[in-house]
């Protein structure tokens, strides 16, 4: 009774100590961040910040809740949402209770009979009883000696894994294991190098669809394996233990059969030394010089050649050939200067030599961490011995493909692309060549002094216009546009019939704090998957092209009807969002401004917000920057319905330049596509 006292008070203990964010006390109320935001400003009685910083305050989740419940704004705690807080307040870290919630997850779903027996007794009882079911679990996914033995169990621990369960019963055991994994993982951006999920679908494809057996050597979290589709084995290792563990936990409750985990460097502590398997896929990590250069000289890995120091991504390369069975299938992810170091040219050569290595992709910038780069996959098969290597190399470049206003909407295209090609080669060693897309490149053209595998440097770049028909059809489309901004030409300025009239004035602060507005700062960054709209995108007109920055904060998106402004740069902008914009997420040096539809028209708001002297009384300069403060912005204090008036003359001039914007890029396209046609020969002078 005594250690059931002591269990009851820790645990009362850690809850109390919970702190949230002001994100996560928005999704308790079910509200957005800006409610939180006003409602701190507007209650005096609001929980008072207990940790945090003075720009991203934490608060007491226990205070927080009595709060919500006192204004009628909470019932009860969500129950993913209570299991989520006791994670992150774990006094062993979060990492411990997703192992430790993962391990009750895994009784849970393959031994419900002995989860139910363990959930009848108290606390303290139930820590002494899991252990030999939880370790029977264990065995039978994980095979014995797995790197899980050491979960503690503690009765302090009972309430989270009892409350787990719970959420298990609400979601399922896997999807509420992903949901807590995602929540920690959204929660510590910078602490992981992820891979998303839709470049891991492409890899996994890439391996084949009859792949029965995979190994990852760098698993992270289990993305790339968690990826594949009817594997009966999946073998998996890290360097960090705590990921070793969450992968495999992760695939276990995947549904896998037999999942084996190691927690080592797989360079220079091999466990899997003496296993083959059909794929390896792998997102190694980049620009390693620590790598085992000096203990590993005469490993027998290196068939292909010693890598350098600088070249651990052939080391990688090298460590996954070695682990397939004879005509198993690689696929790594790899920086772009692999393809091309003088350093690793012998290595290169030698693959293309014996037909190990069979495809470059060029994927777009963006497709994975670090986001700035065009990333590549490499494509390998373990040769058979006295088989014939193939006589090209495929290699894909995706840019094209990922050119459009919303990069995140092309990958559907650069995957079906992708598989596509590789699927044609894989069965019949060639491919019907697309310009600048894809070609398979005889390996003799590759063995040169560089041996350069970079895809662009192989392609033919495709005609801008696209050729004779092409070109047609963007001429006529620029007659159209040309047609259409004559049209929308606004009639002549006429001065107003008595005289000049200024109304009384007010600041965009002013609407602010009178609550006819919102205004938001963007940051580029959230949970999720949104785009990002960049400071670029609304100079230019055009859709989202930046990408999200992960962070734990829940972002604003945009909406039909809000106003975007520039923050740098002096120019006079304000963009109106349409519904072809709206679910982005506002990119740094944005403000939002969300006019409240009863009292303010975007349009007329943003009109006014253009002015140029506007702009100027706003401005400060700062170094060689001129940075605008959207609170003093004035516009004029007028009743909605002259408002609207003034809008829609706004929104014909923005019509209007739309239509100039675009006329603009359709000449600039046609002129270019002529320069070509006409250097290359696709299009005669006559």
């Known amino acids: 009774m005594p250690e059931e006292n002591a269990a009851a008070e820790v645990t009362a203990a850690e809850v109390a100590a919970a702190e949230v964010t ?4 928005a999704r308790l109320a079910g509200v957005g961040r800006a409610a939180v935001s006003n409602g701190r400003r507007r209650h ?21 809740e009595h709060w919500l419940r006192a204004q009628g704004k909470l019932a009860e705690v969500p129950l993913r949402e209570r299991v989520w807080q ?52 264990l065995d039978a996914r994980l095979g014995p000696g797995h790197a899980l033995a050491e979960i503690p169990l503690r009765p302090a621990a009972m309430p989270l894994l009892r409350a787990t369960a719970e959420l298990a019963a609400e979601l399922g055991a896997r999807q509420a294991f992903e949901f807590l994994l995602g929540r920690h993982l959204d929660a510590n951006p910078r602490q992981y190098t992820l891979t998303p999920d839709g470049l891991a679908a492409l890899m996994a494809a890439l391996a084949g669809p009859a792949v029965r057996t995979v190994l990852d050597p760098a698993c992270g979290t289990g993305t790339l394996l968690r990826a594949v589709r009817g594997a009966t084995a999946l073998y ?3 360097s960090a233990p705590e990921l070793a563990a969450l992968a495999a936990l992760r695939l276990a409750l995947n549904g896998t059969p037999q999942v084996r985990a190691a927690a080592a460097d797989s360079l220079r502590a091999d466990a899997f030394a003496q296993d083959t398997v059909d794929a390896v896929l792998c997102h190694p990590p980049f620009n390693e010089r620590a790598w085992g250069h000096e203990e590993l000289a005469y490993d027998p890995r290196w068939e292909y050649g010693f890598p ?29 200067a692999v393809a091309a170091r003088r350093s690793g040219r012998r290595i290169r050569a030698d693959l293309l030599r014996r037909g190990a290595l069979r495809a470059v992709v060029a994927l777009p910038a963006g497709a994975a961490p670090p986001y700035g780069i065009p990333l590549h996959l490499w494509v390998l098969r373990r040769p058979a011995p006295h088989a014939a290597p193939p006589a090209g190399l495929l290699l894909i470049d995706t840019a094209a493909l990922a050119s459009d ?14 598989q596509d090609a590789w699927s044609a080669y894989d069965r019949t060693g060639s491919v019907a060549q697309a310009p600048g897309v894809s070609r398979v490149v005889p390996v003799i053209e590759l063995l040169d002094d560089d041996v350069d595998l970079t895809p662009a440097r192989h392609l033919p770049p495709p005609t801008a216009g696209g050729g004779p028909a092409e070109l047609t059809a963007v001429r006529e489309r620029l007659g159209e546009t040309l047609g259409r901004a004559a049209r929308l030409t606004p009639p002549a300025a006429a001065a107003p019939a008595g005289g000049t009239v200024r109304p009384p004035m007010t600041t965009v602060g002013e609407l602010a704090r009178a609550g006819a507005l919102e205004l938001h700062t963007g ?13 670029q995108d609304v100079f230019t007109g055009s859709g989202p092209t930046g990408t999200l920055a992960p962070t734990a904060d829940e972002p604003v998106l945009t909406a039909p009807g809000d106003v975007l402004v520039p923050l740098v740069g002096g120019a006079a902008i304000a963009r109106v969002v349409d519904e072809a914009t709206a679910g ?10 969300r006019p409240d539809p009863a009292a303010l028209d975007p349009w007329f708001l943003a009109g006014f917000l253009r002015g140029t002297a506007n702009t100027r009384r706003a401005s400060s300069h700062a170094s060689t920057a001129t940075r605008l403060d959207v609170r003093r912005l004035r516009l004029p204090r007028l009743p909605l319905a002259q408002q609207q008036g003034y809008g829609l003359r706004f929104r014909a001039l923005a019509e209007f330049e739309d239509a100039l914007r675009l006329a603009a890029r359709l000449g600039e396209q046609l002129v270019q596509g002529f320069h070509d046609g006409l250097s290359d020969g696709t299009v005669t002078p006559e």
């Open 22 to 25: 002001a994100a996560e006390v």
């Open 308 to 336: 350098a120091r600088t070249e651990s991504e052939l080391a990688w390369v090298q460590h996954a050939l070695a682990h397939l069975r004879e005509g198993g299938t690689a696929v790594l992810l790899m920086p772009p």
């Open 584 to 593: 982005a997420v506002p990119g740094r040096g944005l403000a939002l401004l």
């Open 44 to 64: 005096a009685d609001f929980p008072k910040p207990v940790g945090g910083t003075e720009t991203s305050p934490s608060f007491s989740l226990d205070e927080v």
């Open 405 to 418: 206003d919303r990069p995140r909407s092309a990958w559907p295209a650069v995957h079906e692309a992708v």
């Open 86 to 137: 006791q994670i992150a307040a774990h006094p062993g870290g979060a990492v411990v209770a997703l192992v430790q919630a993962g391990g009750a997850l895994l009784v849970v779903r393959d031994r419900p009979t002995d989860w139910l027996e363990l959930t009848a007794v108290s606390d303290a009882r139930m820590a002494t009883l899991l252990r030999p079911v939880l370790d029977r679990a």
């Open 523 to 535: 940051t580029g960054g959230g949970t999720g998957s949104a785009p990002v709209l960049t400071e």
């Open 236 to 238: 998996a290792q890290d």
